[in-house]
């Protein structure tokens, strides 16, 4: 297990940008995959996007393809997560995420199980709203 502890998130306007960290500590973060998950009240807690150990291979929810970003920096055993041109449909509690093994999974489905991942951040709430 590694420990993660998120910052950033908050109440935004529609097409404003955000950036979620989240800091890992425990292990040797580039030997686990990440992901960011969110979750809407009242709704299950669905996949957002997940990156490998190295950073190089990447991949998203089909909702926030082309809008949000992954990236992470081992040196800083860090995730982030940047959010652009962001909807009133994007709020939600934002949850980073971690197993071990730094490869995503060939099956989208296994990349987007929250069940699969074993480590969890704290979660912070964003908020769009005019």
């Known amino acids: 297990h590694v420990q993660l502890v998120q910052s950033g998130g908050g109440l935004v306007q529609p097409g404003d940008s955000l950036r979620l960290s989240c800091v890992a500590s425990g292990s040797t973060f580039s030997n686990y995959r990440s992901a960011w998950f969110r979750q809407a009240p009242g709704e299950d807690r669905d996949f957002v996007a997940i990156i490998s150990g190295s950073g190089a291979s990447t991949f998203y929810a089909d909702a926030v393809k082309v809008r949000f970003t992954v990236s992470r920096d081992n040196a800083q055993n860090s995730v982030y997560l940047k959010m652009n041109s962001l909807r009133p449909e994007d709020t939600a509690v934002y949850y980073c995420?971690?197993?071990?093994?730094?490869?995503?999974?060939?099956?989208?489905?296994?990349?987007?199980?929250?069940?699969?991942?074993?480590?969890w951040g704290q979660g912070t709430q964003v908020t769009v709203s005019s």
């Open positions: 995420a971690a197993v071990p093994g730094a490869v995503l999974p060939a099956s989208s489905r296994n990349r987007r199980d929250p069940n699969r991942y074993d480590s």
